[in-house]
């Protein structure tokens, strides 16, 4: 267990559709990251956090958006879902960010399905 | 640029026999730390072994080791006396200034084990 909490496990929902991923953090870590894994494109960095600013962009479509709350847990919302969108999804945290040395411990990811 | 290379893309190992999964990386920091995860084909991402890129020893946790020479530039995951359960895909990363401390990761091994 990395104690990361992913919610939920399994989504299964239509285009054009919009879902909220949730995700809290390893107990102390400031930082959170969000990632998709598709078939097609691997594994590909979306968003991160630290203390509740967004610290850095990576790939991510405008339809989709995350926030990270004062309690330090966050949600990634997708919106107008579309096929492609369907992929697993995984929350990771780690301490701090400005560092190499911190590991960064996922979650148990979110499957979504879009169909 | 960090790269990450894993050139094997498959292996088939023989169960109770050691295993070396390959990874060569690419990066101008003198600050890195280098990271391996497990990926069964339930989906989850399981973090194993650290080597930060200043550590004189080799990691080793449990039957990982982290064969670590910086002069070649490689992260070799050694796995000893392999077991049914470690097959699954093996994703080495790294993390440093130059990629604004995000995981940059290679594509990835899928390890079989053969009973």
């Known amino acids: 267990d990395s104690g990361v909490t992913q919610t939920p496990k399994h989504l299964i929902t239509a285009t054009g559709q919009r879902v909220t991923l949730r995700c809290s953090p390893r107990?102390?870590?400031?930082?959170v990251y969000w990632y998709q894994q598709s078939l097609d494109q691997g594994l590909q960095f979306l968003i991160q956090?630290?203390?509740?600013?967004?610290?850095a962009k990576g790939n991510i479509l405008e339809r989709f958006s995350a926030q990270q709350f004062p309690d330090l847990h966050s949600e990634l919302n997708l919106s107008s879902l579309e096929l492609g969108d369907s992929a697993l999804y995984f929350c990771?945290?780690?301490?701090?960010?400005?560092?190499?040395?911190?590991?960064?411990?996922f979650g148990e990811g979110s499957w979504l399905t879009v169909v | 640029a960090q790269k990450i290379t894993q050139t094997q893309p498959g292996m088939f190992v023989q169960e109770k026999e050691a295993v070396t999964l390959d990874c060569t990386y690419d990066?101008?920091?003198?600050?890195?730390?280098l990271f391996w995860y497990k990926q069964p084909s339930s989906g989850e991402m399981i973090f194993l072994i650290y080597?930060?890129?200043?550590d004189e020893q080799n990691a080793t946790e449990g039957r990982y080791s982290l064969n670590f020479q910086k002069a070649r530039k490689s992260a070799n995951l050694v796995i000893s006396a392999s077991q049914l359960g470690d097959s699954a895909m093996y994703f080495c990363?790294?993390?440093?200034?130059?990629?604004?401390?995000?995981?940059?990761w290679g594509a990835g091994t899928k390890l079989i084990i053969k009973p």
């Open positions: 990771a945290s780690s301490p701090r960010t400005d560092t190499s040395g911190n590991t960064i411990y």
């Open positions: 107990s102390g870590d400031l930082s």
């Open positions: 956090y630290y203390n509740g600013e967004e610290r």
């Open positions: 990066t101008s920091d003198q600050s890195y730390g």
């Open positions: 080597q930060g890129s200043y």
């Open positions: 990363a790294m993390r440093g200034m130059d990629s604004n401390y995000q995981l940059i």
